[in-house]
């Protein structure tokens, strides 16, 4: 091809270059129809295939966790619960000991405050000395009663007789009333000293050294060691497979350690709001949907047997709890047939 013919075909494309004429290879006659067709029954039916798979495995899933679920009662709403001692210093006074600090661990008999005790040594000192006056005032009195009942009606009439025998039983009187009156002083300069009553964690601390303490104010609060036990609150529906007894499973939220308990006992009641009057005394009824119906949840208590070193209790955690129920006895076994 010479320069003129190139040109000329330039011109033909308008300025767009042509690629060169190859000789095409030429197809197989279906070839490509019959590779389409095989790859297309294959994906359809492995989709088929994957989808049934899955629905299998979904209900297979569904229906060992129904059997769990119902075999085995457990509930994610469930709470570690303890005892609360609070502590209220019986006298008032200003506060000159504080050796505990928030939340200090403290064992039954340890000191927790000390109110200044002063005043009460004194008044124990004043109720010493009223139990002596009174008993010389009643050993007085009596010998002279005495006295006089040995004498004759010729020297001493009855009347007088019954006088200073009033007069003696008077002074005993008043000298068993100073006996009490000391024994409540003593009383008073020894809950100057408050002490744990149980073991326990010294929790909210609010007392202060220096502080003056009124008599019935709240001061310390102590959660008892030794009393941890878990809530947990159950449908109603399974409460048929729990018993008093049963092993129990406790999984706390913030740790990975099984703990070990059994059921303690389960409640008797809850609230109903529906027996609450209202400001006239009629009952108050919500109303509901009648083809709805919840469950109500019993409180169930579960003991701590068992607690890993590591696992720190602390009232209010949240827990799931996973009862195990025991065979009922004589429940497979043949009945007796009686004659």
Known sequence: MNDSETQAKYVETEG????????????????????TGKFGWLIRHSRVAITLAAVAFAVLAAWKLWVVYMGAPWTRDATVRAYVVTMAPEVAGRVVELPV??????????????????????????????????????????????????????????????TFKTTWLSADANHRQALASLEQARV???????VSPVNGYVTNLSAQFGNYATAGQNLISLVDADSFWVDGYFEETNLHGIRVGDPATIKLMGFSDILRGHVDSIARGINVSNAQPNNQGLATVNPIFTWVRLAQRIPVRV?????????????????????????????????????
Do not use: C
């Open 303 to 339: 003991h701590i047997d068992q607690v890993q070193a590591g696992v720190v209790l602390s009232a209010g955690m949240t827990a799931t709890v996973q009862i195990e129920p025991r065979p009922t006895p004589g429940k497979n076994a043949q009945a007796k047939i009686v004659p």
């Open 188 to 194: 008073k300069l020894e809950r100057t000293r408050i």
């Open 16 to 35: 767009q270059p042509t690629l060169p004429d190859w000789p095409e290879r030429p197809t197989p006659v279906g070839s490509e129809s019959t590779t």
């Open 101 to 162: 600090r928030d939340n200090q661990f403290v064992r039954k008999g340890d000191l927790l405050m000390a109110i200044e005790p002063t005043d009460y040594r004194i008044a124990v000192a004043l109720a010493e000395a009223q139990v002596a006056q009174t008993k010389a005032t009643a050993e007085n009195a009596l010998a002279q009663s005495t006295r006089r009942d040995k004498l004759t009606n010729m020297a001493v009439s009855e009347e007088v007789k019954q």
